[in-house]
Protein backbone atom coordinates (compact mmCIF):
# COMPACT_ATOMS: atom_id res chain seq x y z
CA UNK A 1 0.00 0.00 0.00
CA UNK A 2 1.08 3.11 -0.73
CA UNK A 3 0.28 6.71 0.71
CA UNK A 4 -1.05 8.78 -2.51
CA UNK A 5 0.76 12.56 -2.61
CA UNK A 6 -1.58 15.31 -0.50
CA UNK A 7 -1.01 17.87 1.73
CA UNK A 8 -1.65 18.56 5.06
CA UNK A 9 0.57 17.58 8.78
CA UNK A 10 0.20 13.63 7.93
CA UNK A 11 -0.35 13.68 4.03
CA UNK A 12 -3.54 12.76 3.65
CA UNK A 13 -5.94 15.23 2.76
CA UNK A 14 -10.03 14.99 4.21
CA UNK A 15 -11.81 13.57 1.33
CA UNK A 16 -8.98 11.20 0.92
CA UNK A 17 -9.11 10.32 4.45
CA UNK A 18 -12.90 9.82 4.43
CA UNK A 19 -12.43 6.98 1.45
CA UNK A 20 -9.74 5.07 3.13
CA UNK A 21 -11.47 5.15 6.75
CA UNK A 22 -15.08 3.90 4.91
CA UNK A 23 -12.78 1.48 3.25
CA UNK A 24 -10.44 0.21 6.17
CA UNK A 25 -13.85 -0.34 8.15
CA UNK A 26 -15.90 -2.57 5.22
CA UNK A 27 -12.67 -4.69 5.08
CA UNK A 28 -12.74 -5.20 9.00
CA UNK A 29 -16.24 -5.86 9.69
CA UNK A 30 -15.64 -8.96 6.92
CA UNK A 31 -12.01 -9.83 8.46
CA UNK A 32 -10.13 -8.96 5.41
CA UNK A 33 -6.97 -9.50 6.61
CA UNK A 34 -4.67 -7.52 4.40
CA UNK A 35 -6.09 -4.21 5.45
CA UNK A 36 -5.26 -4.35 8.73
CA UNK A 37 -1.75 -3.08 8.44
CA UNK A 38 -3.42 -0.35 5.98
CA UNK A 39 -5.77 0.35 8.87
CA UNK A 40 -3.18 0.75 11.67
CA UNK A 41 -0.56 2.64 9.65
CA UNK A 42 -3.75 4.90 8.89
CA UNK A 43 -4.70 5.35 12.39
CA UNK A 44 -0.97 5.91 13.31
CA UNK A 45 -0.46 8.46 10.67
CA UNK A 46 -3.84 10.30 10.67
CA UNK A 47 -4.41 11.33 14.58
CA UNK A 48 -8.33 12.21 14.09
CA UNK A 49 -10.43 11.05 16.65
CA UNK A 50 -13.03 11.16 13.90
CA UNK A 51 -11.36 7.88 12.01
CA UNK A 52 -9.44 6.67 15.10
CA UNK A 53 -12.00 5.54 17.27
CA UNK A 54 -13.86 3.88 15.05
CA UNK A 55 -11.49 1.67 12.97
CA UNK A 56 -9.73 0.93 16.58
CA UNK A 57 -13.28 0.04 17.83
CA UNK A 58 -13.43 -2.12 14.92
CA UNK A 59 -10.54 -3.93 15.51
CA UNK A 60 -10.98 -4.23 19.47
CA UNK A 61 -13.95 -6.01 18.27
CA UNK A 62 -11.96 -8.82 16.12
CA UNK A 63 -10.64 -11.83 18.30
CA UNK A 64 -7.42 -12.29 15.60
CA UNK A 65 -6.66 -8.96 15.36
CA UNK A 66 -7.34 -7.49 19.20
CA UNK A 67 -4.02 -7.80 20.46
CA UNK A 68 -2.36 -6.48 17.57
CA UNK A 69 -4.21 -2.77 17.72
CA UNK A 70 -3.98 -2.79 21.07
CA UNK A 71 -0.62 -3.19 21.10
CA UNK A 72 -0.52 -0.45 18.30
CA UNK A 73 -2.52 1.75 20.37
CA UNK A 74 -0.40 1.49 23.09
CA UNK A 75 3.09 2.46 21.34
CA UNK A 76 1.03 5.65 19.54
CA UNK A 77 -1.14 6.60 22.62
CA UNK A 78 0.93 9.73 23.08
CA UNK A 79 0.68 10.73 19.00
CA UNK A 80 -3.40 11.12 20.18
CA UNK A 81 -4.96 14.33 21.46
CA UNK A 82 -6.03 13.71 25.23
CA UNK A 83 -9.60 13.40 24.34
CA UNK A 84 -9.06 11.13 21.70
CA UNK A 85 -6.85 8.81 23.89
CA UNK A 86 -9.26 8.66 26.40
CA UNK A 87 -12.06 7.43 24.36
CA UNK A 88 -10.80 5.03 22.25
CA UNK A 89 -8.87 3.37 25.94
CA UNK A 90 -12.75 3.78 27.01
CA UNK A 91 -14.07 1.54 24.17
CA UNK A 92 -10.72 -0.92 24.72
CA UNK A 93 -12.18 -1.16 28.14
CA UNK A 94 -15.62 -1.89 27.02
CA UNK A 95 -14.60 -4.49 24.67
CA UNK A 96 -12.91 -5.95 26.93
CA UNK A 97 -15.07 -6.31 29.72
CA UNK A 98 -18.18 -7.38 27.29
CA UNK A 99 -15.46 -10.09 25.90
CA UNK A 100 -15.36 -11.36 29.28
CA UNK A 101 -18.90 -11.61 29.90
CA UNK A 102 -19.37 -13.30 26.71
CA UNK A 103 -16.02 -15.76 27.05
Not at 58 to 77: C, G, H, M, Y
Not at 97 to 103: D, P
Amino acid sequence: FAWPEQSGSSGINAEYGDILAAWCRLAIKVRHKPIVPVALDFVTRQGRMKYVRPIYRDLFAWPEQSARAVNAFNEKKQFYMGICRSMVTKDLQSILVSQERMG
